[in-house]
């Protein structure tokens, strides 16, 4: 029984201490020094901040050239498979133009009214509260990774983006920025499990808070109501609680799947976006 | 002639330290990266890492081993030193292994490949869980660790081969 647990611990502890061939450091020190490093990134000291997005922006630039032979391939996959849909694709904007033609007219019409109503009710119109203007940048890393659903973008300190700005890619919301180098910065995407959004259900009063589950076809609605019965084609819009984004904003839609169950996707793919706009509040188009 | 020769030679001997830094820098996720085509992912790092420290361990320094973990994490955006500790833990189980087993068999080490990557893992969750706010998808690294044990042999026959023409070293 002594022996057996003699051996055991001589075994960690060679295993722990021994320098292998050719090996430059012991197992020990490594794990040692990765503890501290876990540790100090942990901790918000200003050198160690400086030193953290100096990484960061190298690191980042090199990702960007050793995962361009993938996105090569990845790019000529997807333009082969537009060019054998493009028949297809064309019919169906076609019908898409007819009728958002309608719409526009129908638009237009509830323009005046809205309009015509606050006078006869002596409202002003609501001013938009955007705070600056919108900062262009292009998104240099878009790879999934099974713990965060994110994207790099090549502003950062520099460029005066900060984090906790919006991101919106085309007029939609797709994220927000979580991490500030000098000349890159993380943007985390709406389909996130960490990104929690206060909206509000079209034709509804029903305040929610849209998840992401790290699909974007597949969001979860949280304090959604029991006895509230979710339909299909349903706009998701932002609510403005909390101050943080602009009230109205489209985010999601609801679907019915292949299965007939009510889900809720995006209304645009936050990994495909290439060029986005960083606010500080809400993107006006 | 004799300096492409050797040029070669130290390319193909440094094979897996390349693979690994490509590994971290490219965030690569095995076959989910291909839209449409397959939906599971495995841990391709883990796979070279216990492979070559159980097998080959001088084709494959811990010090790469540590800063492909940094990179690791600053591309996927993890705590800095999760992925290494991970992999170096990884590495410790595997020299445990290595240094307890008397007759090594290809079907024994793919077994003991399964407390591997359990505690490399679980080291990894307590970084993520303690150190940071990130929240996961359980289900998404359950299958990325089942997929990488099952990779596992289709590996190992490959790098085996791979590695036999060094024999002579």
């Known amino acids: 029984?002594?022996?057996?647990?003699?051996?055991?611990?001589?075994?960690?502890?060679?295993?722990?201490?021994?320098?292998?061939?050719?090996?430059?450091?012991?197992?020990?020190?490594?794990?040692?020094?990765?503890?501290?490093?876990?540790?100090?990134?942990?901790?918000?000291?200003?050198?160690?901040?400086?030193?953290?997005?100096?990484?960061?922006?190298?690191?980042?630039?090199?990702?960007?050239?050793?995962?361009?032979?993938?996105?090569?391939?990845?790019?000529?996959?997807?333009?082969?498979?537009?060019?054998?849909?493009?028949?297809?694709?064309?019919?169906?904007?076609?019908?898409?133009?007819?009728?958002?033609?309608?719409?526009?007219?129908?638009?237009?019409?509830?323009?005046?009214?809205?309009?015509?109503?606050?006078?006869?009710?002596?409202?002003?119109?609501?001013?938009?509260?955007?705070?600056?203007?919108?900062?262009?940048?292009?998104?240099?890393?878009?790879?999934?990774?099974?713990?965060?659903?994110?994207?790099?973008?090549?502003?950062?300190?520099?460029?005066?983006?900060?984090?906790?700005?919006?991101?919106?890619?085309?007029?939609?919301?797709?994220?927000?920025?979580?991490?500030?180098?000098?000349?890159?910065?993380?943007?985390?995407?709406?389909?996130?499990?960490?990104?929690?959004?206060?909206?509000?259900?079209?034709?509804?009063?029903?305040?929610?808070?849209?998840?992401?589950?790290?699909?974007?076809?597949?969001?979860?609605?949280?304090?959604?109501?029991?006895?509230?019965?979710l339909q299909p084609n349903k706009i998701i819009f932002t609510s403005g609680k909390g101050g943080f984004l602009k009230t109205g904003m489209p985010v999601a839609e609801t679907y019915l799947n292949k299965k007939n169950e009510v889900k809720v996707k995006s209304l645009t793919d936050p990994q495909q976006a290439s060029i986005v706009r960083v606010t500080k509040g809400q993107f006006r188009n | 002639m004799y300096t492409l020769k050797s040029i070669k030679e130290v390319l193909s001997k440094s094979l897996p330290v390349i693979l690994l830094y490509f590994l971290s820098f490219s965030s690569f996720e095995s076959l989910k990266q291909f839209p449409n085509l397959v939906l599971f992912s495995f841990n391709f790092h883990m796979i070279i890492i216990y492979f070559y420290i159980l097998k080959f361990p001088e084709y494959l320094g811990i010090g790469h081993i540590f800063v492909a973990g940094i990179i690791n994490d600053v591309v996927i955006g993890t705590p800095l030193g999760s992925s290494s500790l991970s992999f170096l833990i990884m590495c410790f189980f595997t020299t445990y292994i290595k240094n307890v087993t008397l007759r090594s068999k290809m079907s024994a080490e793919w077994f003991t490949f399964i407390p591997a990557i359990f505690f490399s893992n679980l080291v990894f969750f307590v970084i993520i869980n303690n150190f940071s706010n990130l929240s996961f998808y359980y289900i998404e690294l359950l299958t990325n660790s089942f997929f990488t044990f099952l990779f596992f042999p289709v590996f190992y026959f490959l790098f085996v081969n791979y590695q036999k023409q060094f024999k002579n070293d």
């Open chain 1, 1 to 229: 029984m002594s022996d057996s647990r003699d051996d055991f611990i001589i075994a960690i502890r060679y295993s722990l201490l021994k320098k292998g061939t050719k090996q430059k450091f012991s197992l020990f020190f490594l794990i040692i020094f990765s503890i501290f490093i876990v540790v100090l990134d942990k901790l918000t000291i200003p050198p160690i901040g400086f030193i953290k997005t100096t990484l960061k922006d190298v690191v980042y630039r090199v990702t960007v050239i050793a995962s361009s032979p993938g996105k090569f391939i990845l790019y000529t996959g997807s333009k082969a498979k537009e060019h054998f849909n493009i028949y297809d694709e064309n019919r169906v904007l076609r019908e898409e133009i007819e009728v958002l033609k309608k719409n526009e007219f129908d638009n237009s019409f509830l323009k005046t009214e809205n309009k015509n109503l606050k006078m006869a009710l002596g409202l002003e119109a609501i001013q938009d509260t955007e705070e600056g203007s919108a900062t262009v940048a292009k998104v240099i890393i878009d790879q999934e990774s099974p713990f965060l659903k994110s994207i790099i973008i090549n502003k950062g300190t520099k460029h005066n983006i900060s984090k906790g700005m919006t991101v919106f890619s085309k007029k939609y919301l797709i994220g927000t920025v979580i991490e500030s180098n000098y000349l890159s910065s993380r943007v985390l995407l709406i389909t996130d499990l960490n990104s929690k959004i206060p909206t509000i259900i079209e034709d509804s009063d029903i305040n929610i808070i849209l998840t992401g589950n790290g699909n974007k076809n597949d969001f979860i609605l949280e304090y959604l109501p029991d006895d509230y019965q």
